[in-house]
Antibody, heavy 122, light 109 residues
Framework: EVQLVESGGGLVQPGGSLRLSCAAS????????MNWVRQAPGKGLEWVSY????????YYADSVKGRFTISRDNAKNSLYLQMNSLRAEDTAVYYC???????????????WGQGTMVTVSS | SSELTQDPAVSVALGQTVRITCQGD??????ASWYQQKPGQAPVLVIY???NRPSGIPDRFSGSSSGNTASLTITGAQAEDEADYYC????????????FGGGTKLTVL
C-alpha cells in the first residue's frame, strides 16, 4: 500500500524549533518529488515547501523562507522539515504530499499523509 | 498575481449538478488540480490535468478549464460529496512553486 506517515509534531514555544519527518512506503520514494503543505485550524491549505527527487531543486513559500529547511534521505525513504524560529502563525497541521507530474510542467499532489499537528504557544 | 480565488461556499440539492470554480492568472499557463477534504481527514486528489480522475474517484467528478478559470463539476451530487474542495496549480508569477485556492465548502441539501 502506498503510504506517507508524518511524525514529530507537538507543542513548542515561540522562537523554538521542531523537526518533522515523513516516512514513505509502497512506492519508489527516490523517483518522486515531495512537498510539505500546512493547514491552520479552521483555515485552508497552504503550500510550504518542495524538494525534487534528487534534492537538487528546493522551493519555499515566502512565509517560511529563511526559517524552514526541507530535506530528504532517499536511502531511508524519508522526508524532513526543520522548522526554526517558530511563530504562533506557524500553528497548523503539516502534511507531506507526493508530487505527480504530468505534461511538461503541470503537477498534482496525488498521495497525502494523515498530517501532524504543530502548536506554537507559550 | 499568485492567487487562486474560490467561492467560500456552494450548495446543491441531492442528485443535482454543481460546479465549483477557481480563478487565477496561473490557470492561463497551468492546469488546476482539485482536492476533496472531509472534516478531520487529509485531502484527496479528485481531478488533475485537463480532466483526469485518479483510480477510485467516481466518474460523477469532472474538470474543465477556460482562460483563467478552472471548474470542478459534480454531476448527480451525493451526500458523501459534502466536503471542502480546494484547487491548486503551479504558480506562474514566479513567487511560489505551487499555489492553493482558499477552498469551497460544498453543502449537499
Amino acid at each position: 500500500e502506498v503510504q506517507l506517515v508524518e511524525s514529530g509534531g507537538g507543542l513548542v514555544q515561540p522562537g523554538g524549533s521542531l523537526r518533522l519527518s515523513c516516512a514513505a512506503s509502497g512506492f519508489t520514494f527516490s523517483s518522486y518529488s515531495m512537498n510539505w503543505v500546512r493547514q491552520a485550524p479552521g483555515k485552508g491549505l497552504e503550500w510550504v515547501s518542495y524538494i525534487s527527487s534528487s534534492s537538487s531543486t528546493i522551493y519555499y513559500a515566502d512565509s517560511v523562507k529563511g526559517r524552514f529547511t526541507i530535506s530528504r534521505d532517499n536511502a531511508k525513504n524519508s522526508l524532513y522539515l526543520q522548522m526554526n524560529s517558530l511563530r504562533a502563525e506557524d500553528t497548523a497541521v503539516y502534511y507531506c504530499a507526493r508530487t505527480k507530474f504530468y505534461g511538461d510542467y503541470d503537477g498534482a499532489f496525488d498521495i497525502w499523509g494523515q498530517g501532524t499537528m504543530v502548536t506554537v504557544s507559550s | 498575481s499568485s492567487e487562486l480565488t474560490q467561492d467560500p461556499a456552494v450548495s446543491v440539492a441531492l442528485g443535482q449538478t454543481v460546479r465549483i470554480t477557481c480563478q487565477g492568472d496561473s490557470l492561463r499557463s497551468y492546469y488546476a488540480s482539485w482536492y476533496q477534504q472531509k472534516p478531520g481527514q487529509a485531502p484527496v486528489l479528485v481531478i488533475y490535468g485537463k480532466n483526469n480522475r485518479p483510480s477510485g474517484i467516481p466518474d460523477r467528478f469532472s474538470g474543465s478549464s477556460s482562460g483563467n478559470t478552472a471548474s470542478l463539476t459534480i454531476t448527480g451530487a451525493q451526500a458523501e460529496d459534502e466536503a471542502d474542495y480546494y484547487c491548486n496549480s503551479r504558480d506562474s508569477s514566479g513567487n511560489h512553486f505551487w499555489v492553493f485556492g482558499g477552498g469551497t465548502k460544498l453543502t449537499v441539501l
